[in-house]
């Protein structure tokens, strides 16, 4: 799983065209520091935005009234929405509700954001400790449908703060993982809509390069730095990240 190799970078466009510049219907689970950030800023573009948290949508009134964006159950947050993000703790993943993404728009993309903080929040996961999948594989086996890695190692406050329009020498880069290259290239059209470059991180398999602890988790810069912070990661994972 955790091989090395440069496969990351700026990559050209898959076949299947992005959604570039396009206004979509976003479906957010989490109402959190990023999911609520998240919220502002895509609504802010024109985004139709649905957000869900556990405590249910009576709860995000102000939020709603804020951004109008449309506070909804869990259960309603995908409802025909082209791009899912799933920003919750990375255990309450297991406890979403079966059904989650039933009636999500025809080859719609899910983003989710999640870190692995096994001794700080967590607690101890087995498939991820034992059998080696990286954090967004576990998500991408419980949820059930192929995941885009982003945000996880982004501020949240940096969402509202740091955007750039392209070409700006302080803009920030993201790093980006994925295997289905046309729905990675959505999440990155959509990242540089709100004001960020974007790094080719590969794989799911390859998303332990910017899991917690590698040099690339929170970092601050741009294009180059990621590119170089992506390939020094080393695959071993630090203690303060193990169960």
Do not use: C
């Not at 502002?40 to 948290?53: D, P």
Request: hydrophobic share 40%; proline share 6%; glycine share 12%.
């Amino acid at each position: 799983m955790r091989g090395g190799g440069r496969w990351f970078g700026l990559h050209a466009a898959p076949d299947h065209p992005a959604r570039t510049g396009e206004l979509m219907k976003i479906g957010i689970i989490g109402a959190g520091n990023i999911g609520g950030n998240l919220t502002r800023r895509l609504t802010a573009l024109g985004h139709e935005v649905s957000v869900a948290n556990s405590r249910g949508p009576e709860t995000l009134a102000d939020l709603a009234k804020e951004t109008g964006a449309t506070p909804v159950a869990v259960t309603e947050a995908a409802r025909g929405a082209e791009v899912v993000v799933v920003t919750v703790p990375l255990k309450n993943v297991a406890d979403l509700p079966a059904g989650l993404l039933d009636g999500a728009a025809k080859d719609f993309v899910l983003i989710e954001t999640g870190n692995y903080y096994p001794q700080q929040r967590d607690g101890r996961i087995a498939e991820i400790e034992d059998e080696g999948l990286t954090e967004s594989g576990w998500s991408q086996r419980r949820l059930g449908h192929p995941v885009v890695k982003a945000f996880n190692g982004t501020y949240a406050e940096d969402i509202l703060a740091l955007h750039r329009p392209a070409g700006a020498p302080d803009r920030v880069a993201l790093p980006v993982a994925g295997d289905d290259a046309a729905a990675k290239e959505t999440v990155r059209a959509l990242i540089d809509e709100l004001g960020f470059d974007t790094v080719d991180a590969g794989g799911i398999e390859d998303s332990w390069r910017q899991q917690p602890g590698t040099p690339v988790y929170g970092l601050r810069a741009g294009t180059d730095a990621v590119v170089k912070a992506l390939a020094e990661a080393s695959p071993v994972r630090q203690d303060a990240f193990k169960g």
